[in-house]
């Protein structure tokens, strides 16, 4: 299987022999406010979901006498 993608990756990624893509940057602008917005969303829900599970755990070995 290597060696049959080896073969074709130039034609899949460059398209046939003879025929030259023209290569265009995207264009935008970066949008900073709505990373960050993301990344506190990624954050926090990723600090509750640890906190939850660690509790969850401890809450089943204590409350109910689930072993460690």
């Not at 264009?27 to 829900?45: I, M």
Request: charged share 15%; proline share 4%.
């Amino acid at each position: 299987m290597t060696l049959l993608l080896l073969s074709r990756l130039n034609i899949v990624l460059d398209g046939r022999i003879g025929q030259r893509r023209t290569r265009a940057l995207p264009s935008g602008n970066d949008d900073w406010p709505a990373f960050l917005r993301l990344t506190a969303v990624v954050v926090v829900r990723s600090i509750l979901f640890f906190g939850l599970s660690s509790f969850l755990a401890l809450y089943f070995i204590r409350q109910l006498g689930a072993s460690p």
